[in-house]
């Protein structure tokens, strides 16, 4: 069993910064296959960035340049730095591994 939960979320203007966190716990060894999902208001959720099973990382279009996820190992943490966030940002994100999911925290950004 592993239970994610994240952290960070909140109201931001656009141009702004956030970091959230997924603290994860429970039969985890390793932050690799860990990512970051979003879904907004009437809208599919969608993968944002991931770190992959080899440990690289995978972002969407939407966000590169913008957006980098990292990790600790020791803590089982990962996190998403969010620069330049836009208003098209704006979603619930949710931390995920496997079939896992934690229970998202709200980003909002004002324009």
């Known amino acids: 069993q592993v239970r994610l939960v994240e952290s960070g979320g909140g109201l931001v203007q656009a141009g702004g910064s956030l970091r959230l966190s997924c603290a994860a716990s429970?039969?985890?060894?390793?932050?690799?296959?860990m990512g970051w999902f979003r879904q907004a208001p009437g809208k599919q959720r969608e993968l944002v960035a991931r770190i992959t099973s080899a440990g690289g990382t995978i972002y969407a279009d939407s966000v590169k340049g913008r957006f980098t996820i990292s990790g600790d190992n020791a803590k089982k943490t990962v996190y998403l730095q969010m620069n330049s966030l836009k208003p098209e940002d704006t979603a619930v994100y949710y931390c995920?591994?496997?079939?896992?999911w934690g229970q998202g925290t709200q980003v909002t950004v004002s324009s």
């Open positions: 429970g039969n985890i060894f390793s932050i690799n296959a």
């Open positions: 995920s591994r496997e079939h896992y």
